[in-house]
């Protein structure tokens, strides 16, 4: 595929990606939303940080996967109970990473 | 280092705030940043076309399933059309992020809306909800972390198929890490737990079914309203 034509498909996906990231902060920012929709738009968060987290922790090409070379998910136990203590991005993600890199060091 | 995400540092400066609040996504986003220029690299794209995407586009997962789709040469339009489904969850957090917004300028929120990340976007809701809306902070951590993307898929591409393998460092468990701590701070009453287990249920039976591209909008969306029904028959 030449370079232009990759050009203007990058051109397309800015406009896909874009457009539903624009809309809603500029169509509802200045409105004042009814609170039935208020109150399900607070569960978003939550939600969809979970619909992103827990197939990463627990699957491996679609299936579970609890063997014990799944650092993914036992550096997750540990990382989470250091969050919920100590609230703190930094420390969440340096025990993660230290875990896992751990785990491959000293299990292969 | 530990940077204290509920009391935050903003007294001090905007700008050192968002240093410190968007260090973690600059981790994150730098191994898997290089990782999408070498595919792309690898995938036939030019240095200008790879390093544009990352500017123009800014959405990891849709770049790396782009490149992919480039490599076994997929047409553009699929292509176009799979990048919106991938980022479809993008408006959902554009509209959670809505209300706190109220005295933003339209094209100020245009601006902002550039930029929103599922990464950006798990560290504003977390700063909106302690009452942070410091507009530099927000664009500070916003033009970082892009900054930091764009430079790690420009290095991705020069380095090529040479680059070291980031595994034995755990670098590629940064984001999940992330997610992890943003996820529990987002957290604060048990129906929260209960919306986060049963939306994590409901996304890996999407995965497992075969919903790849759709799981999370969709998993999303059911437990959002989940959430807002156990609340609303609670209080009945």
């Known amino acids: 595929m030449g370079q232009e034509i990759i050009f203007l498909t990058i051109l397309g996906m800015l406009a896909v990606t874009y457009i539903p990231r624009m809309l809603p902060l500029v169509a509802l920012a200045s409105k004042r939303l009814p609170e039935p929709v208020i109150r399900w738009l607070s569960f978003v968060p939550v939600a969809v940080l979970s619909a992103m987290l827990f197939p990463s922790l627990l699957l491996k090409d679609a299936a579970f996967n609890f ?42 | ?73 997929v047409s553009p339009l699929s292509i ?14 554009s509209a959670s992020l809505a209300p706190n917004l109220k005295t933003w300028k339209k094209w100020e929120l245009a601006l902002f809306a550039y930029q929103v990340t599922d990464e950006s976007f798990a560290v504003h809701s977390t700063r909106f909800a302690r009452g942070d809306l410091n507009k530099t902070t927000c664009f500070g951590i916003n033009y970082i972390a892009q900054a930091s993307w764009a430079v790690a898929s420009f290095a991705g591409f020069m380095a090529g198929s040479s680059i070291p393998d980031v595994e034995p460092l755990g670098i590629d468990y940064a984001l999940p890490a992330m997610f992890i701590a943003l996820l529990v701070m987002q957290t604060k009453n048990k129906l929260h737990i209960l919306v986060a287990g049963f939306t994590g249920f409901v996304s890996i039976a999407l995965v497992q079914a075969g919903a790849d591209q759709w799981s999370v909008i969709i998993a999303t969306v059911v437990g959002a309203t989940f959430g807002a029904g156990v609340e609303t028959w609670a209080r009945k």
Do not use: C
Not at chain 1, 90 to 99: D, N, R
């Open chain 1, 67 to 108: 063997s014990s070379e799944n650092y993914f998910l036992w550096a997750a136990i540990p990382a989470f109970l250091l969050a919920w203590r100590i609230r703190s991005f930094f420390g969440t993600v340096a025990l993660g990473m230290g875990l896992v890199a751990a785990g491959r060091y000293f299990f292969g």
């Open chain 2, 80 to 93: 176009i059309a799979t990048t919106f489904v991938v980022n479809l969850r993008h408006l959902l957090m």
């Open chain 2, 1 to 73: 280092m530990t940077s204290n995400v509920l009391t935050g540092d903003e007294a001090a400066s905007p700008m050192l705030s968002a240093f410190k609040q968007v260090a973690p996504i600059v981790m994150g986003y730098l191994p898997v940043g290089a990782a999408y220029g070498v595919l792309a690299q690898q995938a036939g794209l030019s240095m200008l076309n790879t390093v544009l995407m990352s500017i123009l586009v800014y959405a990891g997962s849709a770049q790396l399933i782009a490149v992919a789709l480039f490599a076994v040469g």
